[in-house]
C-alpha cells in the first residue's frame, strides 16, 4: 500500500506547479483586472460540431434598441412583460449579432459578416474575435449571406471601401440579389428604407460581375442547403447543415430575440419586411426544428447563439447548450 502513496514531497511539487500555470495563464489573477480596469469579456467565440463539420461562433457585439415600437404588433406591456420573463430588463434591448465560421473539406466559409466598421459603437468586435479562434480573414474561401441587412453584410466592407476578405467566393440568396439591387425599386421605397439600399450597392457593387446567385431548395456547398425563409426580407435564406448523423439549422433572422419571437412566435419584430410571411415562417421553421430536435443557430440569439427549440403552450422556448469542447 505504502508504495502508492504519492510522498509529500512529490504532493507539494504537484500544487506548486499547478499555482505557477493557475497564475500565468489566467488573465483574470493580474491586479489591473482586480481593480476592475477593464470591463471586457474573454474574445466572443464558441466552437462546436456537427458531425465533421466544425462551427465557431463569432460575436460581434450588441446594438440597443428601445422596446417602443420594436415588436409592431404587440402592446408595448406585452412585450415588457415577456422582457421582464426572460429578466432582461424592460426598457431597451439589447441585440447581439453571433455569424458563423464552418470549417469543412478543408474550406472555410462564412455564414454573414458582422457590422464591420458600420455599425453600433458597442458592436465592431467581430474581427479581434475572429483572429482569437484563430482564424485569418485571407484564408476565408466562401461567404454565404443569409440576407441583405446591413447587420449581416457590412462585415465584409470596410467604411472606406476595401473588401475584408480578399480570396473569398461571395455566395448570395438569388431573390435577395433582384430585391436590393433593383433600381426600381430603390426608387420606390420609403425614404426611411433608402439608406439599406444604398447600403448594399456600397457592399456589392465593386463585386456585382463576381457574386455567386443561389436558388433556394439546393445544397449550394457540401452539407450545407439553403432554405427559403421569406419575410423578413424578401430573400430572407436559413441553411440545413448535415454532417454523417449529424444535422442542425442555421435559422439565421427567423426571429430576432428568442425571449420574444421564440415564445411569442406571432409578433413580428419592426425589422421584418411583410410581418405576416414572417410569422407563417417563423411558425413552420420553429415547429420543425422542434420536431426534429434540431440543433439551431440564430443571429440575434445570446451568444454563443445556439441550442434547440422546444414547444411550449402556443408558443416554444430556447433551450441553450451546455458549454463544453467542440468534440
Ligand atoms: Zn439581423
Known sequence: MQNFEPSRRAVMAGAGALATAVTLDLPGFSP??????????????????????????????????????????????????AMDGAFL?????????????IQHGGKL?????????????????????????????????????????????????TKDGNAVFANAEVMVPAPEWAFWMDDAKMGAAPEAMKGAFAGVRR??????KDVKQFEAGKEILPGITAIAAPGHTPGHTVFALSSGNGKMMIMSDTTNHPALFVRNPDWSAVFDMDGPQAVTTRRK?????????????????????TGHIAKDGKGFEMVPVQWSPAI
Open 32 to 81: 489591473a483586472y482586480a481593480q476592475g480596469a477593464s470591463v471586457n469579456q474573454a474574445p466572443g467565440f464558441y466552437r462546436y460540431k456537427v458531425g465533421d463539420i466544425t462551427l465557431t461562433a463569432i460575436n460581434d457585439g450588441f446594438a440597443k434598441r428601445p422596446l417602443e415600437g420594436f415588436v409592431k404588433n404587440a402592446e408595448l406591456a406585452d412585450v415588457k412583460k
Open 89 to 101: 430588463p424592460a426598457d431597451a434591448l439589447n441585440i447581439t449579432f453571433t455569424t458563423l465560421a
Open 109 to 157: 466559409t462564412l455564414i454573414d459578416t458582422g457590422n464591420g466598421d458600420s455599425g453600433a459603437p458597442t458592436s465592431g468586435s467581430w474581427m479581434n474575435n475572429f483572429k482569437a479562434a484563430g482564424f485569418d480573414p485571407k484564408d476565408v474561401s466562401t461567404v454565404v449571406f443569409s440576407h441583405f441587412h446591413g447587420d449581416h453584410i457590412n462585415g465584409f466592407r
Open 203 to 208: 457592399v456589392f457593387a465593386p463585386i456585382a
Open 285 to 305: 421553421l420553429l415547429d420543425m426544428v422542434s420536431a426534429d430536435k434540431m440543433q439551431v443557430a440564430f443571429y440575434h440569439a445570446p451568444f454563443p447563439a
